[in-house]
């Protein structure tokens, strides 16, 4: 699988679920042609929010942690960083 980030300035981490879920639901619904035959595509998403005591690799390895939860718990799903 391939890893992407989205940047959501000005958004929390409610509604950047909202939005990202609206996505992997969207997504999911897509059939996709290839030289191999036609196939679906799941995505699985880690949200957090960028705090003012992080730096870049506080807040991406909270996002990856997340990442990490939603495919163990069956990935196509959204899985909020806790807040610590």
């Given at each position: 699988?391939?890893?992407?980030v989205?940047?959501?300035?000005?958004?929390?981490?409610?509604?950047?679920?909202?939005?990202?879920?609206?996505?992997?639901?969207?997504?999911?619904?897509?059939?996709?042609?290839?030289?191999?035959?036609?196939?679906?595509?799941?995505?699985?998403?880690?949200?957090?929010s960028?705090?003012?005591?992080?730096?870049?690799?506080?807040?991406?390895?909270r996002?990856?942690?997340?990442?990490?939860?939603?495919?163990?718990?069956?990935?196509?799903?959204?899985?909020?960083?806790?807040?610590?």
């Open positions: 699988g391939e890893e992407f989205f940047l959501l300035p000005e958004t929390d981490c409610d509604s950047a679920l909202i939005a990202l879920d609206k996505i992997r639901e969207h997504i999911k619904t897509l059939s996709f042609n290839s030289d191999q035959g036609t196939f679906g595509v799941a995505m699985s998403f880690g949200i957090t960028y705090r003012e005591s992080d730096n870049l690799n506080m807040a991406f390895a996002a990856d942690q997340a990442l990490y939860a939603a495919k163990q718990k069956g990935r196509d799903q959204c899985v909020l960083a806790p807040i610590k």
